[in-house]
């Protein structure tokens, strides 16, 4: 049973990397706060991403254990659709140039609180893009809200451990970059970006083929049966 917990703390914490890896305007808006303020605004900003993503996936987790029953019915299709879309994301984020938002972007004297608040709301407005993304990703990790729904308080211990390992996944990377970023803040150019979407993007694509070539590696076993 204990080694169940750590099984489903490090799939949160996967999940919570992944879902956060993408250079979009949330991540664009971190690094820029980080480059214009400092490394503080940066990791509380990068916080306030992980507390709403960790809110969202919450209900994420709650809506895929509604649905369980479904889901694992069509297991093989929504692993391939969820690996296409997540190609089709990779493929989005390759093609995008952060470069004239971070040039819009201006330093406003706002506290960290502010900071923190201000990208919170942010990322809980875009509630409708980051759950089915977020939801995606629980498809292939392949964590079960049946399993957390349906065996009373060991069941909940493990969709804590899910939503703990998810956070900590996310204010991980968030601090890793804030980190990063500032290390090379003097010789950190915008066009920078272009090459951090790129990589993100080539490494989304790929976890997306591996998804669906995974799945039909597991369901050619079975064809002659």
Known sequence: MGFEFVEVLFRG???????????????????????SKNRRSGIVSGFGVACADTFLAMFALFFYSLLQASIEQYSTLLRVVAGILVVIFGVYIFSQNPVPQIRRNRAGKTSLWQDFASIFGFTIANFVLVIPYILTFFAIFKISGADMTGNGFSGLLLAVFTIAGFFGGAAAWWTLL??????????????????????????????????????????????GH
Do not use: E, K
């Open 13 to 35: 914490i996967y999940v919570g990397i992944a879902a956060s890896i993408t250079v979009g305007p949330v991540a664009v808006l971190c690094i820029q706060r980080t480059l």
């Open 178 to 223: 804030a980190f990063v970023i500032n290390l090379f803040r003097r010789r950190f150019r915008p066009r920078h970006m272009l090459t951090i979407n790129h990589v993100a993007g080539v490494l989304i694509g790929l976890l997306g083929v591996y998804t669906i070539l995974s799945t039909f590696f597991d369901i050619f076993p079975n064809v």
